[in-house]
């Protein structure tokens, strides 16, 4: 990156984000200036470091010994020009979870060999969609599933989910984790696995894929809970022979506090050579939230301050509705002031920041330590990129917004 760097202040500082004179920079793009010049709210994601967090996981994958491949999970975002791009300019294909997302992915320009499904409670018209494309890989989450694909294309080779009983997401949160104690609707259980296999020879199907999905956002500190359940995962392979490639999921995620250590990606990648180094088969992932999240932020105007009873309040003009994931899973967007009047941390003060949508759970953040702020000052929410504009809801008719794609 050349030019002014940002200074290195806060946890969530890096080259590309960061302040830069006194004004919050993400890809050397003044944010602040950004947001003025678009009515409303506003997602913004950088193409370049999208395309840097594709080549660290690739490289990651590349570290197993295994041979690999990799999908971007398009409902973490799927901005048409964010998709086109990594179409265009990496070696990623495309994991959906519907018909729509396949005519999305396609219309992107990913290829149905590149594109890998995997959903739940899919409906016989899905199925019709999905099966008109041959070369789209398709993993069955039920045996019901395997039955209505063997009536509708026998002979198919498919793919199936399974469950592991094991699994694990951000700081173990119970609303992240796939699979584990709790019975979950997602995926084939080893008491179901022989039903699977038989369904699958009745039909003549052939299964060519393992998928297994446990959790969302897990660091560091949870890849030992996370290898448990890929060893789990791993061990229905001994019944399935004709198993080519193991899917993984995705779930990688990126630090939301102050204290959260990232991913060690170095780790991970030899959780993937203990488990599948010299058993004959690809190993894939499918993440979106480590490569979008981080790279994008929601842009909000303060459009109200005022101090109610003993706590200080700004309203934005933005509300949970546009990024749902800090209200439905408490994973917040980090709110940082565009052109702070003082980057003096000891004269900050405790602000809650709430949205603008007309239910309680509506506040972005409680007692946040932030510089004084004042009416049309622009608010940066950190960590916006996956599961806000995709996610985003017109609840009270407050659902415009605009998306912009930073180019590289």
């Not at 506003?42 to 990651?60: D, F, G, I, K």
């Not at 960590?383 to 809801?393: I, T």
Request: some cysteine; glycine content about 10%; charged content about 20%.
């Amino acid at each position: 990156m050349s030019g002014p760097q940002p200074a290195a202040a806060f946890w969530w500082t890096r080259d590309d984000l960061g302040f830069i004179e006194g004004r919050l920079h993400l890809g050397g793009r003044d944010l602040g200036a950004l947001a003025a010049a678009v009515e409303g709210p506003l997602h913004v994601v950088s193409e370049a470091r999208v395309h840097a967090n594709l080549s660290r996981l690739r490289e990651a994958l590349a570290s197993s010994g295994c041979p690999t491949r990799a999908y971007y999970a398009i409902k973490a975002n799927r901005f048409e020009p964010l998709l086109r791009s990594i179409a265009r300019t990496s070696r990623w294909g495309a994991d959906i979870c519907s018909p729509n997302e396949l005519d999305r992915a396609l219309d992107c320009g990913f290829a149905p060999a590149d594109i890998s499904f995997t959903g739940t409670a899919v409906a016989n018209r899905d199925l019709e969609r999905l099966l008109a494309e041959p070369d789209l890989t398709i993993n069955c989450d039920s045996v019901g599933m395997i039955r209505r694909i063997g009536e509708r294309a026998p002979g198919r080779a498919i793919g199936v989910r399974v469950n592991p009983e094991r699994g694990t997401g951000y700081a173990g949160a119970e609303k992240l984790t796939y699979a584990g104690a709790a019975v979950t609707k997602f995926g084939i259980y080893r008491d179901q696995w022989a039903d699977a296999l038989a369904m699958a020879r009745a039909h003549g199907l052939s299964i060519t894929s393992l998928h297994f999905h446990v959790g969302c956002g897990y660091l560091s500190r949870e890849l030992d809970a996370w290898e448990a359940a890929v060893a789990s995962a791993a061990s229905f392979l001994e019944a399935c022979p004709g198993v080519r490639t193991v899917n993984v999921g995705g779930g990688l995620g990126v630090p939301h506090r102050e204290g959260d250590v990232p991913l060690d990606l170095a780790a991970w990648s030899a959780v993937l050579r203990r488990r599948f180094a010299g058993r004959g088969v690809t190993v894939a992932a499918e993440p979106g939230e480590y490569i979008v999240k981080d790279a994008g932020v929601l842009l909000l105007q303060v459009v109200d301050v005022e101090r109610k009873k003993d706590v200080m309040f700004a309203g934005l003009d933005g509300g949970f509705n546009l990024a749902p994931e800090p209200a439905y899973y408490e994973l917040p967007c980090e709110p940082v002031a565009c052109a702070p009047r003082s980057l003096d941390t000891s004269t900050w003060r405790p602000v809650s920041l709430a949205g603008n949508i007309n239910e309680a759970l509506d506040v972005w953040a409680h007692g946040k330590l932030m510089p004084e702020l004042a009416e049309g000052d622009r608010i940066a929410l950190i960590n916006a990129g996956a599961y806000g504009a995709s996610m985003a809801s017109n609840h009270c008719m407050r659902g415009d917004f605009t998306e912009m794609l930073l180019p590289a």
